[in-house]
């Protein structure tokens, strides 16, 4: 389990403290699904750096727990405990070939030579990326770009990966395909995953969803929760799905038309009353 | 006044081994004071298309007219188009430079040779388009923004030219939902206001279907749809085919027929879908 307690993070500018992140208390279970979302500039791209350890907190800590043991409590180990997965996979790839941008991580490990070709080709495996293994990473389409970069974040086994608006720049095939990567790392490996985004349906994969707005922490609660308040769901930037918001108007006639999120839900939940 | 497309092929490599259709007997009509969008699947050619509208790409066959002109490499035809075909990037705001967003913003207008006062104008009238306060960000440096924020200070640098034609290559993409409404909302706003037209690139089908009335569909290098957006988005199985996905009352209103509700919703904007579900349940309340 990762565990922030009181985490504020502050940068100094020629303007004097900007207070990013205050008082965060999070508990995010080993093999759980979270989403973070919030509008542009709440913080949320921080909050993700904080939580893998490329950012030291101002004050409070980001601390390991591995489940049901409260004694062994160590610090996130940047690169190695918590994967971070950025927007640009262009920004993000570094090598000539597939195979020795996924080892890069690897390199810096000093493993032995022959653990780093068995991690990568485990990887490469997994993600159904063997036959690109000699590939230059930028012949690939976007979605495949952004599976070598989790691929490379993948081989330092980390036991969480935060997904930092991973999918926003890709269409909504190659997008899918991320996902469903993702999701079947969770379900078959039960690794912990974080999704930083502005996208509904990611959001609705997850057990919990934390809002932030203006730096602080404004709901942690499940995606129906969150979309039932309308005040939470201002604060985070989101706007109600469709389907919500025609579930709001037949709640005016039958006022125990439950709250759908989904066009198929609200289809289901309509027909049930006829 | 309007851009045409006439049967325009553009290929990458041309006459080398590799050559590469990038877009293949592209013919298009797009009217002034239009909300077009342009979508289709990544590598469908949408961005190359959008290059051939202000002259940074030249057809390998066909024309590209905008306005009256033909788009041609020759400096003074280029500058009378891109007086009048502003382009907002992917990522436009790996482009920033300056040291405050006024400079940012300004600089595109006084290349137009804009007078301080036109300046000052049109930097603060964009950055309120945007949603951004001009008096706590003018001040400020790029660098210093969210990206959200700088996508929008990105945007505010073009819509401040002032040029006829805005076209944007997927502008909401990490933008968060409640800015995208806002962006676009102002862009519908400039183009009723000021007439301007407005050339969408976009991956996400809602925003199309709220906003475009026209739409564009490109896949593999050709046109495979032109017109109305409800009529593209109605042909559940062309838009498979193109690699899309429905909007979601397109969707909502497949899942209520197909689950055999009596309610019938039309498709389209939000506001057009939530008004007619209104009306259905006040008549069934009636009966």
Redesign the interface.
């Known amino acids: 389990m990762i565990c922030l307690d009181k985490v504020s993070y502050q940068i100094e ?1 020629s303007a004097g403290a900007v207070q990013v992140l205050r008082d965060i208390d999070l508990e995010l279970p080993d093999g759980s699904i979270s989403a973070i ?6 913080g949320k ?1 921080t909050l993700a750096r904080l939580v893998s350890g490329l950012l030291r907190p101002t004050s409070g800590s980001v601390r390991l727990l591995p489940n049901g043991d409260n004694q062994t409590v160590t610090n996130v180990r940047p690169g190695l405990d918590v994967g971070l997965v950025f ?2 996979p262009d920004n993000q790839l570094v090598a000539t070939t597939v195979e020795d941008d996924i080892a890069f991580g690897l390199e810096n490990l000093e493993l032995p030579h022959a653990e780093m070709v068995r991690r990568v080709g485990d990887v490469l495996h997994l993600l159904g990326l063997e036959q690109f293994r000699d590939y230059p990473p930028h012949r690939l ?3 495949q770009k952004q599976k070598v970069a989790i691929a490379g974040v993948l081989a330092m086994k980390p036991s969480f990966l935060i997904l930092d ?1 991973a999918t ?7 997008r899918r395909e991320v996902m469903q990567t993702v999701l079947r790392l969770n379900s078959e490996l039960g690794i912990g995953i974080v999704i930083v985004t ?1 996208l ?1 349906d990611e959001v609705l994969v997850a057990s919990r969803v934390g809002v932030l707005a203006n730096g602080a922490l404004a709901a942690w609660d499940s995606p129906r929760a969150v979309f039932s308040d309308p005040a939470v769901v ?1 604060l985070g ?3 109600l ?3 919500a ?2 579930s709001f ?2 709640r ?2 039958w006022t125990d038309f439950p709250l759908c999120l989904t ?2 839900e ?3 939940a ?2 049930q009353l ?1 | 006044m309007s851009i045409e497309l006439n049967n325009v092929d553009y290929i990458y490599d041309s006459g080398e081994p590799f050559e590469y259709f990038a877009l293949r007997g592209i013919s298009l009509h797009i009217d002034d004071g239009a909300f077009v969008g342009v979508v289709g ?3 469908s050619g949408k961005s190359t298309l959008v290059e051939h509208l202000n002259g940074l790409l030249f057809s390998t066959r066909g024309d590209v007219v905008v306005d009256s002109d033909i788009v041609r490499n020759e400096r003074a035809v280029l500058a009378r188009i891109r007086r009048r075909v502003g382009i907002v990037f ?2 436009p705001e790996d482009q920033f430079f300056a040291e405050t967003i006024f400079e940012e913003v300004a600089f595109g207008c006084r290349n137009y040779g804009f007078s301080k006062e036109q300046v000052e104008e049109s930097v603060h009238k964009a950055m309120s388009t945007v949603g951004l306060d001009p008096e706590r960000f003018l001040p400020l440096s790029p660098f ?6 700088q ?1 929008r200070v990105a945007i505010a640098s073009v819509i401040a030219m002032g040029q006829k034609y805005i076209v944007l290559d ?1 502008p909401t ?9 806002a962006v676009l909302t102002e862009l519908e706003s400039l183009r009723q206001t000021a007439n301007v037209t407005v050339i969408l690139v976009s ?1 996400n ?1 809602d925003e199309v279907a709220e906003f475009c009335k026209e739409v564009v569909v490109l896949d593999e290098g050709t046109v495979t749809f032109q017109g109305s957006t409800d009529a593209f988005f109605r042909d559940a199985e062309l838009v498979d085919r193109t ?3 429905l909007p ?2 397109y ?2 209103a ?3 027929k ?6 019938a ?1 039309n498709e389209g904007s ?1 506001d057009r ?2 008004d007619s ?2 009306l259905c ?2 008549d ?2 009636g009966a």
């Open positions: 500018t979302v919030g509008p542009n500039g709440s791209s927007q640009n389409s976007g979605g608006e926003s720049l890709l269409d909504p095939t190659n502005h509904l201002e930037g989101l706007v799905p469709l389907s918001r025609a108007l037949m005016e006639r066009p198929e609200f289809a289901r309509t027909c006829n | 699947r990544t590598g992917q990522y210093q923004l969210s990206g959200g924020e996508r997927e993409a990490g933008l968060d939902s409640g800015s995208k409404l991956h089908m690699g899309l996905e979601e009352s969707r909502l497949r899942a209520l197909e689950c055999g509700s009596t309610l919703v939000t879908m939530l579900l209104r349940v006040s069934l309340g």
